[in-house]
């Protein structure tokens, strides 16, 4: 039921395509994974979701894994990869989720392909650098703040800052409690999304504080649904409450004692209402 591939694009890049569950199923989720990890879709949720009739499909961003550098991508770039993606595997339409940096570009997929897309899942999702009235830094732990604020001064200086040590109070205790049970997971993700060096997460920050290329507002197309942790370290719930103003329509998930992972244990919820999501569009 596993498989994966690689799609020649016609500007001569490869894109590392993934799908994991049966062909038939009635619902296919697209995953947007997080930075840095690769595409891999999660494996804590392969059978919740084919429990539930799901099916996952996924791509490395470019410059993880199996996916050749774009530098200078934007956010909205992803789409057209994705939907490239969707026809090679003949699927006409499907959902999708985003985790953390996955969620501006499971955003940019409702917003810009809403023909295609049935319903929209950010956990733990960016808001736009340039959001009006938010604190886009506020609540972050040190280490991920000063990332950011080295990629909003450029390629040199985040790839400095890259090269220091990992804050270790990114996580809580309830991030560090469920990295050490199932979504032990990541661990693998992460390094393979660096065996290649930092070109991938360095693209990725350079895009979170620019032009993401489409207006979030646009994602209202389609049902979406934000879900964040009240005590989120890397991205504050203040990025999921600003989102939930901006898309006309958003409903919201708070769970006000989780973090940046451990939000990642109400999957199972999120998956029931994407489920029931598309059942309603029908």
């Known amino acids: 039921m596993a498989r994966t591939g690689d799609l020649d694009r016609p500007d001569g890049r490869t894109v590392r395509w993934y799908t994991d569950g049966p062909d038939d199923a009635p619902l296919v989720l697209f995953w947007h ?54 026809d090679e595997l003949e699927i006409p339409s499907f959902a999708v989720v985003g985790h953390s940096g996955g969620g501006p570009h499971a955003l940019a997929c409702a917003a810009l392909l809403p023909s295609r897309v049935r319903a929209c899942v950010s956990v733990a999702g960016l808001a736009p650098f340039h959001a009006g009235g938010l604190d886009w830094y506020g609540g972050m732990a040190n280490g991920g703040r000063l990332e950011l604020e080295a990629a909003a001064l450029g390629p040199a200086a985040l790839r400095a800052q890259l090269a220091q040590e990992w804050d270790p109070e990114s996580f809580t205790p309830a991030d560090n409690d469920a990295l050490a049970g199932k979504w032990g997971w990541f661990t693998g993700i992460v390094k393979a999304a660096l065996e290649l060096g930092p070109d991938g997460m360095v693209d990725d920050d350079l895009a979170y ?5 489409f207006d979030p507002a646009a994602a209202g197309a389609v049902r979406v649904l934000l879900a964040h942790g009240g005590k989120d370290r890397v991205v504050p719930y203040t990025h999921g409450e600003w989102l939930t103003g901006a898309v006309p329509g958003a409903e919201q998930r708070f769970f006000p004692e989780e973090g940046h992972i451990s939000v990642l244990l109400h999957a199972d919820a999120l998956l029931d209402w994407l489920v029931e999501a598309v059942r309603e569009d029908r």
């Open 33 to 86: 994974h997080g930075t840095p990890n690769i595409g891999q879709p999660p494996g804590p949720l392969m059978k919740p979701a084919t429990d539930r009739g799901i099916r996952w499909v996924s791509i490395d961003r470019p410059g993880y894994g199996g996916s050749t550098r774009r530098e200078g991508r934007c956010v909205a770039d992803v789409v057209e990869d994705v939907e490239a993606v969707a």
């Open 209 to 213: 504080v620019g032009d993401w290329g």
